[in-house]
Nanobody
């Protein structure tokens, strides 16, 4: 069964940190690029970061230097470490599996989403 299950979201004050996790079924994890997207209220869904099997990563300009995407291949788990959070990072965050190593939303599988709220 294809599954992407996020955890670790919540509320934090500006300047704080959160780590998101995404447990993926083995089939997805082995054959797809893994990524994080987010969607703020009233805005389009946007790519945040993506990582390939060799741990090569691409980041959106808005999160460079603050967010780190990583993966644990022994656990089929994707992570997003978020630091120096800003109120504009408030959004629903989605784990995603896709066939291309870009931040475009041509996603094959989506997780259910997890909320992140950053207060000022």
């Amino acid at each position: 069964q294809v599954q992407l299950v996020e955890s670790g979201g919540g509320s934090v004050q500006a300047g704080g940190s959160l780590r998101l996790s995404c447990a993926a079924s083995g089939y997805i994890y082995r054959f797809y690029y893994m990524a994080w997207f987010r969607q703020a209220p009233g805005k389009e869904r946007e790519g945040v970061a993506i990582i390939d099997s060799d741990r090569s990563a691409i980041y959106a300009d808005s999160v460079k230097g603050r967010f780190t995407i990583s993966r644990d291949n022994t656990k089929n788990t994707l992570y997003l470490q978020m630091s120096s959070l800003k109120p504009e990072d408030t959004a629903m965050y989605y784990c995603a599996a896709k066939r291309s190593h870009t931040l475009q939303p041509d996603v094959t599988y989506w997780g259910q989403g997890i909320p992140v709220t950053v207060s000022s």
